[in-house]
């Protein structure tokens, strides 16, 4: 177990590589790196005394990048939004009592309070800290800091939303049917983890997948938010036009692969119940975990090819419904030899069968 836990981790460090390096996350540290070398470049020629504050516009080009042009614009407002707030409440101050040793820190606990309305988005933590900024940094000249501070982060964030619009970042669409492509293959394996784990010697001694099952359901979680990013990165994208930058196709493939999802982890709860003999286990009997066995490799190997239309998915489909077939009919027999509930073989040939149809595509299960 613990190696196995050493190999999970390095997987997962490799992934994290992986993705750093992405194409289209390459171009967005290009496009930030642009913005901000742009509007340290414009910021000393700003009129009055914002000139006086030139490193506040790098920092407006930093928040204005987002991914997704609609992201980079709301982020941009949330910001300013976020910005002229807490500078507001400074002002206050400012033109009243002054700062204080009390006056300080109650703008600031204000500030903390109205960023946790929900109002300003990604802004709500500069609401304290501009205020705290105008009345640390500022001091005297408080009235023409804060004049500096905000132009010069709008000034870079002008500058961040120009730079994302001229290099439009590239829909997400492909890189979300990628993870989705990765999550059925995933389960396609788990499904043969269940097939091995039963055939071996009993009980098994492999228990990686009992391990894994509980993650299924996270990353269908991780899933939803990725394609809800891609679906974000195609409004207003000139680059997402035509029917290549659709995602509808994989909204109805991510639901489907969720269903099977939640039956595989019927089944593997339910065969590790019966292995390790916990509260709510019913025997398998031992005629049984070959057929069972068969099957679950068999509608896995369905899962896997994710191409329903072609001849090679009609034959393992099937192959698979063959099998399905075959523990169906050991079932039945000892059902009525034993006398007995076969409730494991029971509970997998249904949720096998169900796999099986869902994998068929939206045109079948609307049949059902």
């Excluded at 700003?46 to 516009?57: I, Q, S």
Aim: proline share 6%; net charge negative; charged share 20%.
């Amino acid at each position: 177990m613990k190696t196995s836990s050493v190999r999970t981790r390095r997987s997962g460090i490799a992934l994290s590589l992986r993705e750093a390096v992405l194409p289209a996350r390459l171009l967005f540290v290009a496009k930030t790196t642009l913005a901000a070398g742009l509007a340290w470049t414009i910021a000393p020629h700003m009129p009055g005394v914002t000139d006086e504050y030139p490193y506040y516009a790098p920092l407006g080009a930093l928040v204005s990048m987002y991914p997704t042009l609609m992201g980079s614009v709301r982020s941009s407002l949330q910001t300013l939004f976020g910005l002229a707030t807490g500078i507001g409440l400074a002002t206050l101050v400012v033109l009243t009592i002054g700062p204080t040793w009390w006056t300080v820190p109650l703008i600031i606990g204000i500030g903390v309070l109205l960023s946790g309305t929900g109002w300003f988005g990604v802004g709500r933590e500069y609401v304290p800290m501009a205020a705290l900024f105008v009345l640390a940094v500022g001091g005297q000249d408080a009235e023409d800091f804060s004049l500096g501070y905000l132009t010069q982060m709008a000034v870079g964030v002008v500058i961040g939303l120009l730079i994302n619009v001229v290099i439009a970042p590239a829909p997400l669409t492909g890189e979300a049917e990628a993870r989705v492509r990765a999550f059925r293959e995933q389960l396609a394996q788990h499904l043969h983890d269940i097939g091995s784990a039963v055939s071996e010697s009993w009980p098994p001694e492999h228990e990686q997948w009992a391990d894994d099952a509980a993650s299924l359901a996270d990353t269908t979680a991780i899933l939803r938010a990725a394609l809800a990013e891609a679906d974000e990165s195609r409004l207003g994208n000139p680059r997402a036009r035509g029917p290549r930058g659709e995602t509808q196709h994989i909204h109805d493939e991510l639901a489907a692969l969720d269903r099977i999802a939640h039956l595989i982890r019927d089944i593997s709860d339910a065969t590790a119940d019966t292995i390790w003999d916990r509260p709510a286990a019913m025997p398998l009997d031992p005629v049984l975990p070959e057929p069972l066995s068969a099957a679950c490799h068999a509608v896995a190997d369905v899962i896997a090819r994710g191409e329903p239309s072609s001849s090679e998915s009609h034959r393992e489909r099937g192959e698979a419904a063959r099998a399905i077939r075959l523990l169906l009919e050991q079932v039945d027999d000892r059902t009525l030899d034993v006398r007995r509930t076969m409730g494991p073989g029971v509970l997998t040939a249904m949720h096998l069968r169900r796999i099986l149809i869902l994998s068929a595509g939206p045109a079948k299960t609307d049949d059902e």
